[in-house]
């Protein structure tokens, strides 16, 4: 565990719950915060950023539309050998721990 490291807090949208679960225990020991909402406030954009608002938080979605500073949207497709794909965890897994690098070395 890093002891001198930003702490960063997260709130997940509903497409990448189940990707965040599988790394929730990854992402508290590189000292991120998870936040995920209830289905109510998720569904709802204004709601999801009034939430983000109160714990200061990025956002993580796949939503590219979401009028938000403070947004980190992973792709949900990626061109692979045969056309475009599904993207697998480990290469979001790889994206986000690059956004996450970015944030914490500067003011993203």
Request: charged content about 30%.
């Amino acid at each position: 565990m890093y002891l001198n490291v930003k702490k960063i807090n997260i709130v997940v949208d509903i497409p990448l719950v189940g990707f965040v679960k599988r790394y929730k225990k990854r992402l508290t020991r590189i000292g991120v915060r998870v936040y995920i909402p209830k289905y109510v406030i998720r569904k709802y954009d204004y709601l999801f950023i009034q939430y983000a608002r109160k714990h200061d938080a990025w956002i993580l979605t796949t939503d590219r539309t979401l009028d938000y500073d403070k947004v980190i949207v992973l792709p949900l497709h990626f061109v692979c050998q045969r056309n475009v794909g599904k993207p697998k965890y480990e290469k979001l897994w790889t994206i986000l721990c690059r956004y996450i690098n970015k944030i914490r070395s500067s003011n993203f």
